[in-house]
């Protein structure tokens, strides 16, 4: 089946997966980790958007954002497309592209399935055997809602602040979700929803999507 038309909606949080293209590497080096999240912050604040959760692997991202301006996404990957495929290019002395040219990406019911994507985006180094607890991990937003490491990139969801009435009590909630392994099947629903730019949601919210993309 093919993939359905993109769709951003004001302050919906949007699933987005950015691969390197024929799924080659795209980041070499600490370095380069450390510049992709540089030029994302620019561009987030640049365009008003807001960084839930993110995971950078070494040929493919995951980010998790939302913004009042439904052009505001698309914005802020083409700035931060720009910028950092010509460090790349520049550093290591190479030419073309770097990505796939089109991100995937879903629209996710936040009241649903908020903290399950969060869990499945940080859960991605664990699954990809890198790690063996998303703590260990460096590159990618667990720390900030599981231990409270400092990251001014993350913009907290109401659905994780609802975890706690404190900090602590947040992320121990929080840390206590990831002790049971998430189901085979929200697995697949999360990709099957990526790879056909479809809502992650019930009924309803499908149902509400499909509303709004219409003309």
């Given amino acids: 089946m093919p993939r359905r038309p993109q769709a951003h909606l004001p302050d919906v949080p949007l699933h987005i997966v950015q691969r390197g293209h024929n799924r080659a590497y795209c980041f070499f ?48 990957f083409m700035s931060l497309g720009r910028r950092y495929v010509q460090y790349i ?34 859960l991605n180094p664990v699954r990809a055997c890198m790690v063996d607890n998303p703590a260990q991990y460096a590159w990618s937003s667990y720390r900030f809602h599981a231990l409270g490491a400092r990251n001014e990139l993350v913009t907290p969801r109401p659905e994780y602040l609802a975890l706690g009435n404190n900090r602590t009590s947040r992320e121990q909630a929080y840390r206590a979700l990831f002790q049971q392994a998430l189901d085979q099947t929200v697995i697949a ?15 309803a919210f499908r149902a509400m999507v499909e509303s709004a993309g219409r003309p």
Avoid: F
Avoid at 35 to 61: R, S
């Fill in 29 to 76: 080096c600490e370095e380069d980790y450390h510049c992709y999240l540089y030029w994302l912050t620019n561009a987030l604040k640049a365009h008003g958007a807001a960084l839930h959760a993110y995971v950078l692997m070494t040929n493919h991202v995951h980010l998790l954002v939302s913004a009042p301006d439904p052009q505001a996404v698309p914005h802020v």
């Fill in 89 to 122: 290019n520049r550093t290591y002395r190479r030419t073309g592209t770097l990505w796939e040219n089109r991100y995937r990406s879903s629209l996710i019911d936040s009241e649903t399935y908020l903290l399950v994507c969060q869990r499945y985006i940080e």
């Fill in 189 to 203: 629903d999360i990709r099957l929803a990526l790879n056909q730019c479809q809502p992650l949601g019930d009924s």
